[in-house]
């Protein structure tokens, strides 16, 4: 390959390809959510620093998935956004491959937070007397370090991965981001282990930490079922179903972008999905464990009561 068919210096970002009316009303809207994620997910890490209450582990990976959350949406959503109002919609080949990094080291890092939060929640309730040694903080900041790190060092193979494909035409990418599927398509060279290490890792940021989730909670399901005290059970339900609505929702879609059958789903759909990946589950998350969990709310009242009182 010679230098001008391997280097290329922009991409174009089809996006979504609406009439221009609509492409307004989708700025608005999708502008909305953005601000709503930004809102809640900073409310969130508030809270969570304002109120003693909530210096807990389980509070302590929350705040590191609000802090996810807001990266993962402002990795994708603004160049989204401008490319809505903007008639050119390209990307530098260099912000677009950093755009395909951020991307997938966030989203390894939340499926890697989850499971810790899962962790955190199957030591709390089924060995409640053992919890404050198995969940030191010393413990759960390993646990975190480690979530970010796995997460970034898997994104960098695929980058690596990448770096190494000629890319010489052509230079549309059927899609509102830099997404690591539609960016392989472009490539004029093989792209089978490419495809193959990104079936390997979605088994192993994917299956396997849903199939630790699923473990965990059927343990705590066993041991919720044996707590005599209703008010204890209910406190048990409540902060455990906020946890596996949001993992339902990222994982669900996830499995089914990486995992299912590409003919199953053609790239509008493929879309879709990481739209509501990218923004909505980032939107989504701060309202599930805001509306669904007592500790938040009474956290929320007592901080703007404080206010009050000043």
């Given at each position: 390959m010679t230098e001008n068919q391997t280097w290329v210096p922009e991409f174009i970002l089809l996006g979504f390809p609406l009439s221009p009316k609509l492409q307004v009303f989708l700025f608005g809207l999708f502008t909305l959510f953005y601000?709503?994620?930004?809102?809640?997910?900073?409310?969130?890490?508030?809270?969570?620093?304002?109120?003693?209450?909530?210096?807990?582990?389980?509070?302590?990976?929350?705040?590191?998935?609000?802090i996810v959350d807001i990266a993962y949406a402002s990795n994708n959503v603004p160049k989204m956004l401008a490319n809505l109002l903007n008639k050119e919609k390209t990307i530098s080949f260099v912000p677009c491959i950093m755009q395909t990094f951020l991307y997938m080291a966030f989203a390894h890092t939340e499926c890697l937070i989850l499971v810790m939060m899962s962790y955190d929640r199957y030591v709390a309730i089924c060995h409640p007397l053992h919890y404050s040694v198995i969940m030191s903080w010393r413990v759960c900041t390993v646990q975190a370090v480690t979530s970010w790190a796995c997460g970034s060092l898997l994104a960098l193979?695929?980058?690596?991965?990448?770096?190494?494909?000629?890319?010489?035409?052509?230079?549309?990418?059927?899609?509102?981001?830099c997404e690591i599927l539609s960016?392989?398509?472009?490539?004029?060279?093989d792209t089978r282990l490419n495809q193959v290490v990104i079936f390997a890792?979605?088994?192993?940021?994917?299956?396997?930490?849903?199939?630790?989730?699923?473990?965990?909670?059927?343990?705590?399901?066993?041991?919720?079922?044996?707590?005599?005290?209703?008010?204890?059970?209910?406190?048990?339900?409540?902060?455990?179903?906020?946890?596996?609505?949001?993992?339902?929702?990222?994982?669900?879609?996830?499995?089914?972008?990486?995992?299912?059958?590409?003919?199953?789903?053609?790239?509008?759909?493929?879309?879709?999905?990481?739209?509501?990946?990218?923004?909505?589950?980032?939107?989504?998350?701060?309202?599930?464990?805001?509306?669904?969990?007592?500790?938040?709310?009474?956290?929320?009242?007592?901080?703007l009561w404080k206010e009050r009182s000043l």
């Open positions: 601000a709503f994620t930004l809102l809640g997910n900073s409310i969130i890490l508030g809270l969570i620093s304002l109120d003693s209450r909530l210096h807990t582990p389980m509070y302590f990976f929350l705040s590191h998935l609000a193979v695929h980058v690596i991965l990448i770096l190494r494909l000629p890319f010489c035409g052509p230079h549309e990418i059927n899609h509102f981001f960016v392989l398509k472009l490539a004029c060279a890792a979605s088994v192993f940021i994917l299956v396997g930490p849903l199939c630790l989730v699923l473990v965990s909670y059927s343990r705590i399901l066993l041991a919720i079922l044996r707590i005599q005290s209703g008010e204890g059970r209910r406190k048990a339900f409540s902060t455990c179903s906020s946890h596996l609505c949001v993992v339902g929702l990222f994982f669900g879609s996830a499995i089914v972008m990486y995992m299912a059958p590409k003919s199953n789903h053609p790239e509008e759909q493929q879309k879709i999905l990481s739209l509501f990946y990218s923004l909505f589950n980032p939107m989504l998350n701060p309202l599930i464990y805001s509306l669904r969990n007592a500790e938040v709310k009474g956290a929320l009242k007592r901080v």
